[in-house]
């Protein structure tokens, strides 16, 4: 039994009825036999935590976004439809980040103007990177992860210098300075 049950769990994809079919067969089963199948079939239950975990993740960072909103309009007054979109695009280091700023904040500008240096921010980074994989060619991910960790200082000092670079090892050199 934890043959077949192993079979079906690594190399077949069932859709939802045939998962039912195969779990009403699990239940006929004697309750020794039931218990090895199931020892099997946790796989399925783990995949399906994981992305109950990954969906309860994306739906807290929604709504910190949404009570940021809240805090905005709070403070400062209504906001903009459009404000509101931007606000909404945030990355959740950005609303962190923004969380920090609207301290300072005195109107509905200063959100406006933290939102643009942060687009300006995000542009320059982004763009580095194309040109060092344009000059290097691939860049492995936790390199890229290292210039997306930068200051905007650093992003731009490195976009001055990647001019010089003829390899990865260049770049690799330069972070670790």
Same mark, same amino acid.
């Given at each position: +039994? ?10 077949? /994809? ?16 004697? *309750?020794?036999?039931?218990?090895? =199948? +199931? ?5 399925? +239950? ?27 309009? *709070? ?12 606000? +909404?695009?945030?990355?959740?280091? *950005? ?51 290292? =210039?997306?960790?930068? /200051? ?26």
């Amino acid at each position: +039994m934890q043959l077949i049950s192993g079979f079906v769990d690594t190399y077949l /994809t069932l859709n939802r009825s045939e998962e039912i079919q195969f779990q009403t067969e699990i239940d006929t089963f004697s *309750q020794p036999v039931q218990e090895d =199948v +199931m020892e099997i079939t946790t796989s399925w +239950m783990r995949q399906g935590i994981e992305q109950g975990i990954e969906q309860g993740i994306e739906q807290t960072v929604e709504r910190q976004k949404g009570v940021m909103i809240r805090l905005i309009k *709070q403070k400062l007054g209504n906001i903009s439809p459009s404000l509101e979109r931007d606000i +909404m695009g945030l990355t959740i280091d *950005q609303v962190d980040s923004l969380l920090e700023a609207l301290f300072d904040f005195s109107s509905v500008n200063d959100v406006r103007n933290w939102l643009f240096e942060q687009g300006v921010e995000q542009g320059k980074r982004s763009f580095v990177i194309s040109q060092l994989k344009r000059k290097l060619g691939d860049i492995p991910p936790s390199l890229e992860t290292k =210039v997306t960790e930068l /200051t905007i200082d650093e992003v731009e000092a490195l976009g001055e210098a990647l001019l010089n670079f003829s390899t990865i090892d260049d770049l690799i050199n330069w972070l670790n300075v």
